[in-house]
């Protein structure tokens, strides 16, 4: 159980670790978004590393193709200049992914 709250952990961190004045998550996968190309390789990196250690840990196949759709979903948004980045702070792949 430890290891799904690290998981969680850092999902939180990508998708929704600060409030913005509006009230709106944010987290660094949009941040980092904001940095074009290196940004977007870096978060996908990383979300790729959650579906990895889901799949250590036992996730089934329907579940780790649902998650590498939602990474897919998010990096499509993204390639779209300025509604990627928006993109980024709205469907929270990562957050989905955990849960």
Do not use: C, H
């Not at 799904?4 to 939180?12: D, G, H, S, T």
């Not at 978004?33 to 940004?39: A, D, E, K, M, Y």
């Not at 390639?79 to 849960?99: E, I, Q």
């Amino acid at each position: 159980m430890e290891e799904f709250a690290r998981l969680e952990k850092l999902a939180v961190w990508l998708d929704s670790k600060y409030q913005t004045p509006f009230g709106i998550r944010v987290g660094w996968d949009g941040i980092l978004g904001l940095i074009p190309v290196f940004g977007e390789i870096a978060t996908t990196l990383i979300s790729g590393y959650l579906i990895a250690r889901a799949a250590m840990l036992g996730a089934s196949t329907p579940v780790l193709l649902r998650m590498g759709f939602n990474v897919f979903v998010d990096d499509t948004i993204a390639v779209v200049p300025f509604v990627g980045w928006l993109g980024d702070f709205v469907w929270k792949s990562n957050l989905k992914n955990t849960r």
